[in-house]
């Protein structure tokens, strides 16, 4: 059973950094593509980072060159690191675990932690 836990979110001021870690249970990295999504008020989930098994990495367009994922096999942990944070990057950050090649959106999720950027 896979579990997966948000943390890191918080306020910060325009330009401001943060770090979001999900830790998770269950999930194996060489099988398991990771994603970080986010859902603001009024908007559609999306995805905001992935890494895949094999170590791909994916960004969005509004977020390239600003957010970092990565993953930890010790720890067995998904890291986002966000720099340079805009009030547009307010969200609840959610963490997804999915087999490899099963669709985008599909498997598991945490509950969110809440990101928000003061202008």
């Known amino acids: 059973q896979v579990e997966l836990v948000e943390s890191g979110g918080g306020l910060v001021q325009s330009g401001g950094s943060l770090r979001l870690s999900c830790a998770t249970s269950g999930v194996n990295f060489n099988f398991n593509d990771m994603g970080w999504y986010r859902q603001a008020p009024g908007n559609q989930r999306e995805l905001v980072a992935r890494?895949?098994?094999?170590?791909?990495?994916f960004y969005a367009d509004s977020v390239k060159g600003r957010f970092t994922i990565s993953r930890d096999f010790s720890k067995i942990t998904v890291d986002l690191q966000m720099n340079s944070l805009k009030p547009e990057d307010t969200a609840v950050y959610f963490c997804n675990s999915r087999k490899r090649w099963a669709p985008l959106g599909s498997g598991s999720w945490g509950q969110g932690t809440q990101v928000t950027v003061l202008s």
């Open positions: 890494i895949d098994a094999d170590g791909t990495t």
